[in-house]
């Protein structure tokens, strides 16, 4: 019997150390980020690259099943971006990430950020390649979510909580989110957004300087 499954995680995670070794060596910066479909990623996403965009160059890969409406979003806001169709997968993979960047085209770029499948399951268990791992969770999804989907928040550097406006028409609670989070990953840095509003995006975008600036060292 051929556990195919454990296979296929294992020569991936081989092919993803290599495309790390690879980016690291280029000092380009690979952010994965994940969420359920409507946690506000791509939003996010733009409220992020515009807190960054006078110390970096970033470009963006956008995975789908199917539609380019992301993509979209990010080049109207003059972002380089491309759009990847995972022909019905609900993940991407090293070697897909390593397409999508040839796709993109990253030589003059510092930073390349994946909006993963919308999917708080199978993106976890495929490592991309990418040197950070960023959850977004929004508040109308509940703060037992860490609990439900535990693998995502065990992998991930960062867990955003988004729609911090929407807090007052949710039983949302932030300090058990916080401590669901640390729960399964003590090491996790937990920040409260709106990316929306812009509440608390600074505070994040000054993290996240940082630790490209760490990573490209």
């Not at 997968?89 to 397409?99: G, N, P």
């Not at 957004?193 to 000054?206: N, R, Y």
Request: hydrophobic share 40%; net charge negative; charged share 25%.
């Amino acid at each position: 019997m051929i556990d195919l499954k454990k296979t296929i995680l294992e020569d991936n995670d081989a092919d993803a150390e290599v495309l790390r070794k690879e980016l690291t060596e280029k000092k380009l910066v690979y952010i994965n980020v994940m969420s359920s479909p409507g946690s506000g990623k791509t939003t996010t996403l733009l409220a992020t690259i515009r807190g960054l965009k006078n110390q970096f160059r970033v470009g963006v890969m956008e995975a789908d099943i199917d539609s380019d409406v992301d993509a979209k979003k990010i080049a109207d806001a003059g972002i380089p971006a491309v759009q990847l169709h995972t022909g019905g997968m609900c993940h991407l993979d090293a070697d897909m990430s390593r397409q999508g960047m040839r796709a993109l085209g990253c030589e003059n770029l510092d930073v390349v950020f994946l909006e993963n499948v919308g999917n708080l399951v199978c993106p976890a268990e495929f490592d991309t390649g990418a040197q950070l791992n960023v959850v977004i969770l929004s508040v109308p999804e509940g703060h037992d979510k860490p609990l439900k989907y535990p693998l995502v928040f065990e992998k991930c550097s960062v867990v955003l909580i988004n729609k911090m406006d929407a807090l007052p028409a949710f039983s949302f609670d932030l300090d058990k989110v916080t401590e669901y989070v640390h729960e399964r990953n003590p090491q996790a840095k937990v920040f409260p957004i709106s990316a929306k509003t812009g509440e608390g995006v600074d505070a994040w975008c000054a993290y996240l300087a940082e630790e490209v600036r760490r990573l490209q060292s």
